[in-house]
């Protein structure tokens, strides 16, 4: 009930602010778009493969916006956070009945919403956009479905076939495919995913305000991970792939990619990727909350929760 | 606990360790590369504050007090020693005890500056369990009763640092509790928005039967507004008595004697039971000795007719003796020096 109380205030207090700063909230969504279509512009002239990766670009916006999903998220736990206690929000939400982890769920549902909203827009426009440029130079691939099943097709670069390995794979071409099902349950799953770690994040910053540039890092590598994330994963060496598959985002990424761009649909949910998103969240909201619980007593014993 | 506080403090004592790295210690001014510094920012603090009354809590910076405010409301853990509000532990019950209580801490940092007034005090209220129309009601009422209504619309960033301390204290209202606490609410404001507050701190406490802990470092407010002073040094509980208690403790042993010129005050201090004697130069009235005397009623009596006998045979003529009258500041400043002076000696 807290919960949905806080959501409910959250909700609203976005909407006030949106509608009120509309014109930084348009400008800045703007400047995004702009930004995100001059990055993968460079991107493909870089490697050479002008217009006709679309498929590539828009696996690599993608991966950017789960990405960027992951930094805002884990964000609002450590940069968010700190800066809530600066300005002495923190003090007034802590002083809300319904406790700390019950606000941050709530907020960091706002923002995940905000977020996808975001994004999505953008998302499109790049689509488009590089759909577009795609269409005068013939596709390098095609993507094969059969009984709504997408097969493997041998193809080159970063979305390439490998034979034998987990995962269906076929080379994008740059469309975004719809599958609100699959998608509504991956991104509530890399929600829990994330938000599980952005609280052991915030667990931290509530008792050590100084780790804010870790916290940077940590993000960077995150959206990093969530860039790159690709089926590919599997080709690495035993440590590495375990290293890649406890970082939350990186079997979200792979598997929104394969929904999302090789129109795996509910087909997902039998990919190695999803057992993985599913193993961390299962792993990662109970050491998430219990850590964040933790930190949050030892921060009232220290004094430090909300001060800076 | 007592069947009539609504707050109670229960030997309360909270430590606060520091740590520092590659830092010069304070004390020696050797650089270290890690020491601990130890603060004891609570000592086994016990008091209470009944339905219907404005307790002040006052001491100098650091000695303990908005530590205490928020040991009550629950953001800082205690050592030991037991937080009650309405009889519910706060450590065992804090989310039951914050529907209990609303908070004003230091500063304006309470309300969100890019929404209004009203925008603010359905946030909070939201967040707070406060629905549907009795949220409205409510945030009208607030905002007329604190005299904001006119400005209700206006973003909050754009409001006074006043007008803003009064939002906070809506804010701290919005649930209706019976506790509020307020750590140093007229900091920094004009003569105009502290009076405003201090007089809707009074007709709360009186009309709504709140139950109100102030913390300042303003003597005037604390002297005009609270039914209760508690004083807190280095972490300790020096005094909690009535005002006028408080206001009297000192005034019934020390004297002004009106003289018609200054007299030698050496041989005065040497008399028993004399603590300190000074002589101030009043304007029109001429010189003025101020003598302390011991408290004790005999000691004090036979002190004053030496003071009087000696100034007769130095042959000073003694045109009157008055009471001096104290103000909360000088008490304050007698009961913090007496603290620091014992400190000083154990």
Request: glycine share 8%; net charge positive; hydrophobic share 45%.
């Amino acid at each position: 009930m807290g919960f949905f109380l806080v959501l409910k205030a959250e909700v609203v207090r976005s909407m006030i602010v949106t509608r009120r700063y509309w014109f930084a909230t348009m400008t800045a969504l703007l400047v995004a778009c702009v930004m995100f279509y001059g990055f993968i512009n460079i991107f493909l002239s870089g490697l050479g493969l002008g217009a006709s990766m679309a498929g590539v670009a828009v696996d690599r916006a993608l991966g950017l916006v789960i990405g960027i999903f992951a930094f805002s998220i884990v964000g609002m736990f450590s940069s968010g956070l700190a800066g809530m206690a600066r300005s002495g929000e923190l003090e007034q939400v802590y002083m809300s009945p319904h406790g700390l982890i019950t606000n941050f769920m709530a907020r960091s549902a706002v923002a995940t919403v905000l977020s996808i909203i975001t994004w999505t827009i953008l998302l499109m426009f790049i689509s488009a956009a590089f759909s577009e440029k795609g269409d005068g130079a013939p596709a390098p691939t095609q993507t094969a479905h059969a009984e709504g099943v997408p097969t493997a097709t041998p193809t080159k670069g970063p979305v390439a076939d490998v034979e034998g390995k987990p995962g269906v794979k076929s080379a994008p071409d740059g469309k975004i495919h719809a599958n609100p099902a699959a998608v509504s349950v991956l991104f509530l799953l890399t929600y829990f995913s994330m938000t599980g770690f952005g609280f052991m994040v915030g667990g931290l910053v509530l008792v050590f305000k100084q780790i804010g540039q870790v916290a940077v890092i940590l993000r960077m590598a995150m959206m990093a991970v969530a860039w790159k994330a690709s089926d590919g994963l599997y080709d690495l060496p035993l440590v590495l792939r375990s290293i890649a598959h406890a970082v939350p985002v990186t079997d979200a990424a792979i598997c929104l990619k394969l929904v999302l761009l090789q129109n795996y649909g509910m087909h997902i949910f039998i990919h190695p990727s999803f057992m993985f998103l599913l193993l961390n969240v299962a792993v990662w909201t109970p050491i998430g909350l219990v850590c964040f619980k933790a930190m949050e007593n030892w921060a009232r014993s220290r004094g430090t929760l909300g001060a800076f | 606990m007592s069947a009539a506080a609504a707050v109670e403090l229960c030997d309360v004592d909270k430590i606060f360790h520091t740590h520092h790295f590659f830092k010069k210690h304070e004390e020696t001014g050797k650089r270290r590369v890690y020491y601990r510094k130890t603060v004891h920012a609570v000592d086994h603090v016990s008091l209470e504050i009944r339905p219907g009354e404005i307790l002040g809590l006052l001491g100098r910076n650091g000695a303990g007090k908005t530590t205490t405010v928020k040991m009550i409301s629950g953001l800082v853990k205690p050592n030991s020693g037991t937080v009650l509000v309405d009889g519910m532990d706060v450590e065992k019950k804090r989310l039951k005890v914050l529907r209990k209580i609303g908070v004003v801490l230091e500063g304006t940092r309470t309300c969100i500056w890019p929404l209004t007034p009203l925008e603010n005090l359905s946030y909070f209220g939201n967040l707070r369990d406060v629905k549907g129309s009795m949220l409205k009601e409510r945030s009208q009422e607030l905002l007329d009763f604190i005299g904001l209504k006119d400005k209700m619309n206006v973003e909050v960033r754009k409001l006074s640092r006043g007008q803003k301390q009064r939002l906070a204290i809506c804010i701290a209202l919005i649930t209706d509790p019976p506790v509020l606490l307020l750590d140093e609410p007229t900091t920094g404001l004009d003569v105009q928005s502290s009076r405003a507050i201090k007089d809707k701190l009074i007709e709360m406490t009186r009309q709504r039967g709140k139950c109100v802990l102030v913390t300042t470092h303003d003597m005037n407010t604390a002297q005009e507004v609270c039914d209760r002073i508690a004083i807190v040094h280095d972490g300790k509980l020096a005094t909690c008595k009535s005002t006028r208690d408080l206001l009297g403790l000192f005034s019934d042993h020390t004297y002004h004697l009106h003289v018609d010129r200054a007299p030698d005050l050496a041989p005065i201090r040497a008399l028993p039971g004399v603590i300190a004697s000074d002589t101030l130069e009043d304007e029109g009235t001429g010189p003025r000795v101020s003598v302390r005397f011991e408290i004790d009623d005999r000691a004090r009596s036979a002190a004053l007719y030496a003071v009087m006998d000696r100034l007769q045979r130095d042959g000073v003529v003694l045109r009157s003796i008055t009471h001096a009258q104290q103000n909360l500041e000088d008490v304050f400043l007698r009961i913090t020096e007496k603290s620091l002076n014992i400190g000083g000696k154990s």
